[in-house]
């Protein structure tokens, strides 16, 4: 053991500091080549591949030649205008000027679409310290029109000279409606993705039809889905989706909902014919309000204490319908609520309708959006005919007026005559006929439709 520790001692190292090599090579020629060898960012100092340094025989220019033509891609800004955009390019205000006055004519400079990408070219300068010269300008419009300014009649070898001309090139579009059908399967999502259809087009679908159905418990895996959206397609080969313009579902070949966009609001109405509107909560009956939610002094009792509910002023007899889609999950007498329906329906959410002459209803039954489920009485702690409503979510109760209603509306003479027609439309596309590539208008090569207008640009200045 003494000798081993006797051999570690002897091979001890050095305490004393090491000297450190140089970082850089101190003679330039050799730094160069040793910069050129370096694996670190451009930012940095690195240089791009391997260089030789400059000999005595390299003679500096006193400027660097310029390029011809300087291509580059601008977008337009949300915010920004079309003339700051150009201006942050290069353009000069001269090219700026009659690049606007000739876009103009064509559209509107304010419907130019945030995000619209600018094709530009710039041209040789004149001399130096001037702008370039605007040669070309190009970019999509609108989903059918493609604008194109370029510099036209100039000499052989001149660097400017000629006049700005606009060229617009209409693109042939077909706006055929893109249908697509398909089973739910365990996921209405998953299958409608798979299937091609867009996100947002699956996410209205759901939103429209949860209105009308049970989406958790009415939908089962072997029902089919119907849906056709507003679809634009291109003769160049771009594709643009729209809006939902009819939800559909099918059991056993079977429409269980069909509802088609309808109006200049865009609600969804029952395709069954009837073009009934099923957006929203329906007003139980059609009386006005007289008592609502919170504390009150009770008519009867005598006292102060919580009213849990709103009451709706309406002659006895008139019928009260289900707000929305439901379950009957109580029917009969609830001590001074008198002859009540509660009906339990989708979200954690529950009504009760209080004080009936009589019920249309009995527990466990399925009841419809506006269906008929009794009439308006004055049994239990009542002063006389009216509906006491409340509404429950989770058991606790809320205030009914949270909760808007809607009209129920329905089309009726020459306007349900439009909307049958639409909705007979609407389902004469064929499924996917939409996807299909846009032949040709004869057996020419396809080519945009083309028109070129020019504006002496020199003789509106003059004016």
């Given at each position: 053991m003494i000798g081993l520790g006797a051999?570690?001692?002897?091979?001890?190292?050095?305490?004393?500091?090491?000297?450190?090599?140089?970082?850089?090579?101190?003679?330039?020629?050799?730094?160069?080549?040793?910069?050129?060898?370096?694996?670190?960012?451009?930012?940095?100092?690195?240089?791009?591949?391997?260089?030789?340094?400059?000999?005595?025989k390299v003679i500096p220019l006193a400027s660097a030649p310029e390029r011809p033509q300087i291509s580059m891609l601008a977008t337009l800004a949300p915010g920004d205008s079309f003339a700051s955009m150009l201006r942050r390019a290069g353009v000069s205000s001269g090219d700026i000027g009659q690049v606007s006055a000739l876009v103009g004519q064509a559209m509107p400079l304010a419907e130019i679409e945030p995000g619209t990408q600018i094709d530009i070219v710039l041209g040789r300068r004149a001399e130096e310290g001037v702008p370039r010269p605007l040669d070309t300008l190009k970019f999509r419009a609108r989903f059918d029109l493609e604008l194109e300014v370029a510099r036209q009649g100039v000499a052989e070898g001149a660097s400017t000279g000629g006049m700005l001309a606009l060229q617009k090139n209409v693109i042939r579009v077909d706006d055929t409606p893109l249908r697509v059908r398909g089973f739910v399967g365990a996921s209405l999502y998953r299958s409608m993705r798979a299937a091609g259809v867009p996100a947002s087009a699956v996410q209205d679908y759901i939103k429209a039809l949860d209105n009308q159905i049970n989406m958790d418990r009415e939908v089962a895996s072997t029902d089919e889905f119907d849906i056709v959206i507003a679809y634009r397609r291109a003769a160049t080969g771009e594709r643009q989706a729209g809006k939902l313009l009819y939800a559909g579902l099918e059991r056993d070949r079977k429409p269980r909902t069909q509802l088609m966009r309808w109006g200049?609001?865009?609600?969804?109405?029952?395709?069954?014919?009837?073009?009934?509107?099923?957006?929203?909560?329906?007003?139980?009956?059609?009386?006005?309000?007289?008592?609502?939610?919170?504390?009150?002094?009770?008519?009867?009792?005598?006292?102060?204490?919580?009213?849990?509910?709103?009451?709706?002023?309406?002659?006895?007899?008139?019928?009260?319908?289900?707000?929305?889609?439901?379950?009957?999950?109580?029917?009969?007498?609830?001590?001074?609520?008198?002859?009540?329906?509660?009906?339990?329906?989708?979200?954690?959410?529950?009504?009760?309708?209080?004080?009936?002459?009589?019920?249309?209803?009995?527990?466990?039954?399925?009841?419809?959006?506006?269906?008929?489920?009794?009439?308006?009485?004055?049994?239990?702690?009542?002063?006389?005919?009216?509906?006491?409503?409340?509404?429950?979510?989770?058991?606790?109760?809320?205030?009914?007026a949270s909760v808007k209603f809607v009209t129920r509306a329905q089309l009726s003479g020459a306007e349900l005559a439009d909307f049958r027609r639409q909705l007979s439309k609407l389902k004469e596309v064929e499924v996917g006929a939409a996807l299909q590539d846009l032949t040709p208008l004869n057996n020419e090569a396809e080519e945009p439709l083309r028109e070129i207008e020019k504006i002496d640009l020199a003789a509106r200045t003059a004016e």
């Open positions: 051999v570690a001692l002897a091979f001890w190292p050095s305490m004393a500091p090491l000297e450190a090599r140089t970082a850089m090579p101190q003679d330039d020629n050799v730094r160069d080549e040793f910069r050129s060898q370096m694996i670190m960012p451009l930012a940095l100092g690195a240089d791009s591949g391997r260089r030789m340094g400059p000999t005595a200049d609001e865009g609600r969804f109405f029952e395709a069954s014919g009837v073009g009934e509107q099923r957006n929203g909560l329906v007003a139980p009956v059609p009386g006005q309000i007289s008592s609502r939610f919170g504390m009150r002094r009770h008519p009867i009792l005598g006292y102060r204490r919580m009213h849990s509910g709103m009451d709706f002023r309406a002659r006895r007899g008139t019928p009260i319908v289900a707000v929305t889609d439901g379950t009957v999950s109580s029917a009969g007498r609830a001590g001074g609520c008198g002859i009540a329906v509660k009906l339990k329906h989708g979200g954690n959410l529950s009504t009760r309708y209080c004080h009936m002459s009589r019920m249309s209803v009995q527990r466990g039954q399925q009841v419809r959006r506006g269906q008929v489920i009794g009439y308006v009485g004055s049994t239990g702690l009542s002063t006389g005919p009216h509906l006491h409503y409340e509404m429950y979510r989770g058991g606790k109760a809320i205030n009914p």
